[in-house]
């Protein structure tokens, strides 16, 4: 039970850190964490940075409502990775400005939406394939994120923005904000001759910091 009642408030925050940074407009976004064989996540058209830690919803991890209010419409975003990845313990959708912006373009790659533009994006971040643009709250893009042969712990949705795991909340908030930076620092410099890291120098990274390249 502590587990449980450490992660609400631990998720509330998130949340509320989010909007203080701007990366949540409106009653957009969602954030879940993984307590074992549950899923709590934000409930649907609530303001993330209003949250209250006795009312959110929580899932089997096959998608069953089990208590609270009802779950974000994204939640099968939020599954697809706990089920690719056994180690996610959180999850971090956002409709940020530069994300959304740099979804509506084509993506760098077929691995990647996003350049290895920083060392920090693919320390933190890794490649960051684009999903197949859906309607809010349709499976597809859910699908298509689980059936990927790209490894990859974040996600660009076309024309709608970003998708974040992590081992935990905070290292999953701080991915979704690097890959907003690595967003905005692509749409700044686009048209211009960029000097991006090298094939080499972005896998070398990877191999270092645990995260996905190549």
């Given at each position: ?42 409930p649907t058209n609530e303001s993330m940075g209003e949250l209250d830690p006795s009312r959110l919803a929580v899932?089997s991890l096959s998608g069953e409502h089990l208590e609270g209010p009802r779950p974000s419409k994204e939640f ?139």
């Amino acid at each position: 039970m502590s587990d449980l009642l450490t992660s609400r408030d631990a998720l509330v925050e998130a949340g509320r850190h989010l909007v203080s940074l701007g990366l949540s407009p409106g009653t957009s976004g969602n954030i879940s964490v993984r307590v074992g064989d549950r899923m709590i996540i934000t409930p649907t058209n609530e303001s993330m940075g209003e949250l209250d830690p006795s009312r959110l919803a929580v899932l089997s991890l096959s998608g069953e409502h089990l208590e609270g209010p009802r779950p974000s419409k994204e939640f099968t975003l939020h599954r697809a990775f706990y089920r690719r990845l056994p180690e996610a313990g959180a999850v971090v959708h956002l409709h940020s400005v530069h994300a959304v912006a740099a979804a509506c373009l084509p993506p760098w790659s077929a691995a990647s939406a996003v350049a290895p533009i920083t060392p920090y994006f693919v320390m933190r971040v890794g490649q960051t394939p684009l999903i197949s643009y859906a309607p809010p709250g349709d499976s597809a893009q859910a699908d298509e994120l689980e059936a990927l042969d790209v490894p990859c712990r974040a996600a660009l949705l076309a024309n709608h923005g970003s998708v974040v795991a992590a081992d935990d909340l905070g290292a999953a908030v701080n991915a979704a904000v690097e890959l907003e930076e690595a967003c905005k620092l692509s749409l700044l410099t686009a048209g211009r001759p960029v000097s991006l890291l090298t094939h080499e120098q972005a896998v070398s990274l990877a191999a270092k910091y645990g995260s996905f390249w190549g």
